[in-house]
């Protein structure tokens, strides 16, 4: 008579049984104290049903996606919330219901304000074209590179300082002088020694 082996299965091997996000034979976890054991049991046991229920929910893969890492990234968070067993699965549908919430409320969040400006940009000039004796200006700065373009027009158009533009490049404030200096030079060549209202603010700048 053979008897039943009482070895436990392949760590991993209950995930080949869910049929449609159910685990078959039971719950398919077993309960332990270490909480990075316990997560890798409840995504492997209900991953594919949380997926189904995005996917139904949402308009795209992406979407579903990102529901699906925000619903586990707070299962981990809330690991020792999560009941045992079957009940897990209800417990993350909920959580997967308040994301998808918090989705479409950032959607239509989105789309409104989009829509603002929209509205709002349609009555604001727009000036493609650089004013009257800055053409030598603009052509000299299309003639540079994009990163002497964005350091030089942070410190011209936006008026921002060393510091400043080491913030927004992301860079010590050193580097951000060092940058400007060598930016200005090649601007002041490109200007080919044209002189208008505006090129010794780009040049000079502020530090």
Request: aromatic share 4%; glycine share 10%.
């Amino acid at each position: 008579m053979c008897e039943e082996s009482t070895r436990p299965a392949p760590r991993g091997t209950q995930c080949l049984h869910i049929v449609h996000g159910r685990p078959a034979g039971g719950a398919g976890e077993r309960m332990t104290d270490d909480p990075r054991r316990r997560f890798e049991q409840v995504y492997a046991v209900h991953h594919a049903a949380i997926l189904g229920y995005a996917l139904r929910r949402t308009g795209n893969a992406d979407d579903a996606a990102d529901v699906i890492a925000e619903t586990f990234l707070a299962a981990w968070r809330r690991i020792g919330d999560i009941p045992a067993g079957e009940a897990a699965r209800p417990w993350l549908y909920g959580v997967a219901r308040r994301v998808l919430a918090n989705q479409r409320r950032g959607e239509r969040r989105r789309t409104a304000l989009g829509e603002r400006l929209r509205s709002e940009l349609a009555t604001e000039p727009c000036h493609r074209d650089p004013p009257p004796g800055l053409e030598g200006v603009a052509a000299a700065l299309g003639r540079l590179g994009d990163a002497d373009h964005e350091i030089l027009t942070l410190a011209g158009w936006e008026g921002l300082d060393a510091g400043q533009i080491a913030l927004v490049l992301g860079c010590s404030r050193n580097a951000a002088r060092i940058r400007l200096h060598r930016a200005r030079r090649r601007f002041a060549a490109a200007l080919h020694d044209t002189r208008t209202a505006f090129a010794p603010e780009l040049i000079r700048g502020t530090s």
